[in-house]
């Protein structure tokens, strides 16, 4: 079976683990801050901190700002669940914006409206989502998030290792250099992985700080400040509360080595992104499906996902094409259910279908076909092959 995503692991990653396993420190040792370094360097944000996924670095993304009860938190119509759980987790309002049919990522101008709508209520936070590894606008919505008042953070889930051009610079995903916090996810079907992991990221060093204490129960241990450090080095403060969401050293060890392959990881990404584009530019151009493309001048993305988008025109539906696929032993996907559809956030929150066209509509038509960087030639062409037959009835 060709799964639709799935890690690369090698000799020297299982090396890595290895040794961390016969070290003396499985978990709060020295690999952990290696990692975090390490992210640090290739994303360029000041800092990293690593815990046990990406949907918990996005809950202490929210709490870190604050977010609460009388809030409102804004995400993409289309994301993993977890763009919009952490508002909810963190006792905040959800509100979504439709998607942008272009690169599918939250579309920046209904956004404006929202914001400039007075009988609403302004935002708290705003988390777009680098969907499928292309970069949502992230300057764009940085400007507006000065003239609202609003803190960004951006969802890099799927973007680690992807940059975008601004003001005669690229600018890497994760960097912060237009958000205030962003987060990455290390689960194995994304670029690189820990097994589990996440990592939040900012330039930010007071709530680098409390991120820090946040997600580590909310233990303090700022020996400086402390009026009692005559204890000794046991001595720790709880001045606030929080769950273990730690990161182990057998994960960051196997971070470490899994950052060092990322622009190998790319670039395979990128050349059977592009031999897709290639194989089904036919079937674009007679109107049967549509692919997301991107300028190379303003992003040099990692693709973290390939997504097809029948048209009315297709000869097979969606769920026909998924079906189908399943008989030659290639497993798609679907990225996503549109988040305000669940049953959740229908029942408790309001919302109901037809809110979010575009949305909703690329939802019933989205597949996402095998992209990871251990397929080989004969893997794509057999996904082309199987797409082809089943396209030409
Ligand atoms: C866009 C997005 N955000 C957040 C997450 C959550 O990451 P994790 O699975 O590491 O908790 C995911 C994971 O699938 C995701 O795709």
Redesign the pocket.
Known sequence: MIPYGRQWLDEDDIRAVNEVLRSSFLTQGTKVQEFENALCQISGAKHAIAVS??????YLACRVIGVGKDDIGITSAI??S??ANCIVLNGATPEFIDISENDLNIDCLSLEKRLENKDLPAPKIVIP?D?AGIPANLPYIYELSKKHGFKVIE?A??SIGSTYYFHDKWHNCGSCSHTDLA?F???P??TITTG???AVLTNDDALANKLRVLSNHGIERDKDNFIRKDFGNWYYELQDVCFNFRITDMQCALGISQLKKLNTFKKKRQKIYKKYLKAFAGYEKKGLLKMTRYDENITDPCPHLFVIRLAEKSPVSRDELYKKLLKYDISAQVHYFPIHLQPYYMEKHGFKEGMFPVAEHYAKNCLSLPLYPLMNDEDVQAVIKAVSEIMEG
Do not use: M, P, R, Y
Request: proline share 0%.
């Open positions: 996924n990406g949907t918990v670095a996005l994301s993993f977890a763009s989502v969907f969802d889930a799927h987060i996810s290390f689960h079907v994304k589990e992991g996440g």
